[in-house]
């Protein structure tokens, strides 16, 4: 038996990473536990017990009303009580533990051709378990239904320990099955009339389910307590068949209320999702980085409908689909301004992401203000909800409030968050009044203040608007049954908190006035605003896509991107973690961010760790030889990581000694004092250097040729472009800076690099040391000034390199115009070369093969370039040689430049370069080219790996020899 002490979690790192789930609202909990079986949940809670602590249940974390945060002990079951136990494809069910993820059940029975039809769009990171307890719906639940009515059986632990099991028909427990009787005989009348009237009352108990009518089961009445009568240990969900084939009809209207009054004629027979947003989502997205023409896909208008069809055949969903439009026309109603079929995968899969995408989108508004649940999940009957947002609107002008809804408009749910000022009195004030007339607004309409993220703290409090007395009470004693001593989820449902209690982002959010060395542009230069981008909805939590690694390593909320989100907002508020920049536990929680900037992009609203991490390390340690003495000292591997430019530049003044430092290093006892002295992992290899610098073989190579490397006029007439030759490059493999010397010159270009040294500044960026980098990037800028006025294109060949030019210097030099101008010139090897071929150039290269067949490739895409760059002009490029490509699709490597070299983080490290790099390349068949423009992905394969990785450049030098 483990001891349940062991289980727990009171450090304030991982506290500070618990205090809020996807809602408004912070609770700092007094521990957090990840319990692995059945008995560690029973321990918890008799310690729960002895300590007085309150219990609350926690799943992925998304929930937005608040319902997953508490001052008292967190149980996550997210992190190892998450198996499945068993399908069962005749019965359609399947046996699960409660943190299994919806996702994970999916692909499951996808095997079997079947699903779990409640899909919300946080799927990919939440846990069957919280949708059970929130009874979660998502965009199906017009064909397939809400949680609970997709729960056949749950077993729950109570507060003394005890296991019972719950199903149609009553519970494992006599006295337990007649004392729910009983409120059902008590309270007929009521349940019949005021609950389960409409497909989408969440609000409340689902206490109808207890009628004989509704097979007095009491496992459905259960969904939906939100955390308050006990803990899930275990489920029996219902699984649906799949349609065979679907397609997508997308509806244009002229703004986002015809779109809800339309919806309720399309609740017919094959149409399984009916989803509505407005055009002002788009205008949220559009405004993100790279999103600018977010949308294309959709037809023109200003409000839509998201239908997918089924069908037997593709051709039958696809007719099926093309009739959407027409019965939307025969009701009458509305004008539908346009409309689209949709079959292609790809196609359909980029409109759903819009959709999907729209909770963190919309919490920037399209001017760039923040937005806030709260008031994000109210439902009213489908045939009422067109009017019932003309009315939601009034009354946001009213107030002078903005939003931006979407939502499920074909059960009457509608999704919006609000413009509401949460860091003044006054503000909060505002919000409180919008709440109280937004509830009797939707009780006017027969509606719930939930449709399917449960009530919590943000809207327990709103049931007495939309509920009787009676209702009320009937709540109560279904709670007392199952936790009368009020152990579990207290504030929730049944005596609720006010709904201003404990605001995350409220008055008093910030105790310290920091000023950041990073522009914040997109933030009105404020850490705070920038902080405030997260929500909490989760995305870093998902195993699909690039973010977050460390969290795909270690599974640890602590070191997902919203823990670390969190751990910095508890740092700017001060009243957990009092120190400021000096905090150790935001150190802790940043430790494992590899920098990736994965985040930056596909976070929903744009959360760019590696930005604030390198804003933290900087604030946290200072700067200059200060800052590596003392107690608060930064670690040695800064001092040899982030100095590594200078350190090989100075080297590489006295000719030869690069090469005798690799002879000296080649041995190993020596090698790893070296690295030991120096704060580097010893389990590493250590990197060498090139003989001599690249911009030394290339002063001398043009030397000999008589070129002349000034700006101004080629005497033969081709354009110039500029090679950056950046410090890996540059000192440490010069292999593909001589490989592009070649191809550019081979395309018909006079190639020049800067008269002197230069550099982006990357490893200082990294390990924090902005002083240092600003002054690094000031001087290079003086450096390429003669260039940047000849107006030439400078082509990066190190992705990270190439980001830092292209974003990261205009942050940290906002009023240097040479930044500006930098920035805009520098592309990617990849993207001159492609366009260069779409403008008609020089084409001197000719097809790879390999054994007469088309030459095939692992590529390990760059997480900067992932992330910032893109890398559609490289495939074009690499296919126009006949290369077929396998693009690894984990994400970042795991190097991540110093970030694997530095003690400690070697296992997360290894882990990532497993999760799918490794394991391609050891399954390539021989012959197969690796792929790998950065540095660090290459020094990643060839210790992880026995191949060795190639760059685009070296790809096209050996294109150049099968050229006609």
Known sequence: ????????????????????????????????????????????????????????????????????????????????????????????????????????????????????????????????????????????????????????????????????????????????????????????????????????????????????????????????????????????????????????????????????????????????????????????????????????????????LYCEVGGETLEAAEARAHEIRGIVDAAGKVTVRNAVVVTDPAEVRALWRIREASAGIVTRLPDGGEAWPGWEDSAVPPEHLGDYLRDLYALLADLDLRGIPFGHFGEGCVHIRISFDFATESGVEVYRTFIDRAAKLVHRYGGSVSGEHGDGRARSALLSTIYSPEALQAFREFKRVFDPDGLFNPGVVVDPEPIDQGIRPGPGARKFDLTPVHAFSHDGGSVAGALNRCVGVGACRSDVGAMCPSFVATKDEVHSTRGRMRSLA????????????????????????????????????????????????????????????????????????????????????????????????????????????????????????????????????????????????????????????????????????????????????????????????????????????????????????????????????EPSCTVMLQDEITELLPGDPRAKTLSERTVTLGKFVADHLDAGGQWPFGTLEVEGHSAEAVCQVHCHQKSMLGYDPELKVLDKLGVDVDVVGGGCCGLAGNFGFEPGHLEVSRTLGERELFPKIRAAADGTLILADGFSCRTQISQGTEAEGLTLAEVLRSALSTGT
């Open 1 to 304: 038996m483990v001891s349940s002490t062991a289980l727990l979690r009171e450090d304030l790192t991982t506290r500070a990473a618990y205090i809020s789930d996807a809602s408004i609202y912070r609770r700092m909990p007094a521990a957090v536990a990840e319990p692995r079986s059945v008995e560690e949940i029973r321990e918890l809670l008799a310690l729960a017990r002895e300590k007085g602590w309150p219990v609350v249940s926690r799943g992925g974390g998304t929930s937005v009303a608040g319902n997953a945060i508490g001052d008292g002990l967190v149980i996550d079951t997210s992190r190892h009580f998450n198996r499945i136990l068993s399908i069962d494809p005749e019965t359609a069910t399947a046996v699960i533990e409660p943190g299994v993820i919806c996702d994970q059940l999916r692909d499951a029975a996808a095997e079997h051709g079947l699903t779990y039809g409640p899909d919300p769009s946080t799927h990919s990171r939440c846990t069957i378990g919280g949708m059970v307890a929130n009874n979660a719906c998502g965009s199906h639940s017009v064909a397939w239904g809400t949680s609970a009515e997709n729960l056949v059986a749950v077993t729950v632990m109570l507060a003394d320990g005890r296991e019972v099991e719950l199903k149609a028909g009553g519970s494992s427990e006599q006295a337990l099955t007649e004392a729910l009787t009983g409120i059902r005989d008590n309270h007929r009348a009521m349940l019949r009339t005021e609950l389960g009237q409409f497909p989408r009352q969440v609000s409340g108990y689902g206490l109808h389910y207890l009628l004989e009518e509704n097979g007095f089961d009491v496992a459905k009445a259960f969904a939906g307590t939100e955390g308050t009568c006990g803990v899930i240990t275990r489920m029996t969900v219902q699984l649906v068949r799949k349609p065979a084939q679907t397609a997508l009809a997308v509806l244009s209207f002229d703004d986002s209320f015809d779109a809800a009054s339309a919806a309720p004629a399309l609740r017919v027979r094959d149409v399984a999702t009916i989803e509505g947003m407005g055009g002002d989502l788009l205008d949220a997205l559009r405004m993100r980085p790279g999103q600018e023409d977010a949308g294309q896909e959709l037809p023109e208008g200003g409000g839509w």
């Open 570 to 797: 508890e740092m700017l508020r001060g009243e957990n973690l009092k120190d400021g920049w000096k905090s150790k536990e935001t150190l802790e929680a940043l430790d494992l961010c590899l920098s990736c900037k994965a985040c930056a992009t596909e976070c929903p609203v744009n959360v760019d760790m590696a930005t604030y991490k390198s804003e933290f390390l900087h604030h946290h340690y200072g700067e200059g030889l200060r800052s590596f003495v003392g107690r608060n000292r930064r670690p040695m591997a800064h001092a040899v990581m982030g100095w590594l430019p200078v350190l090989a530049r100075l080297m590489n003044l006295v000719p030869g000694v690069p090469t005798l430092a690799n002879a000296a290093m080649s041995v190993k006892p020596l090698q790893k004092t070296v690295m030991k002295l120096g704060g580097v992992e010893t389990q590493r290899d250590m990197i060498t250097f090139a003989d001599k610098p690249l911009a030394s073989w290339f002063r001398k190579r043009a030397k000999a040729a008589g070129d002349d490397l000034r700006p101004g006029e080629d005497p033969q007439g081709r354009p110039s472009v500029v090679l950056w030759p950046d410090s890996w490059t540059n000192f440490m493999s010069d292999g593909p800076g001589k490989a592009a010397v070649e191809v550019l010159e081979a395309m018909g270009y006079r190639v020049l690099m800067p008269m002197g040294d230069v550099c982006c500044g990357m490893t200082w960026h990294s390990t924090g040391q902005l002083d240092a980098l600003k002054r690094e990037v000031a001087r290079t800028l003086g450096v390429m000034e003669p260039l940047l006025e000849a107006g030439y294109p400078v082509v990066g060949l």
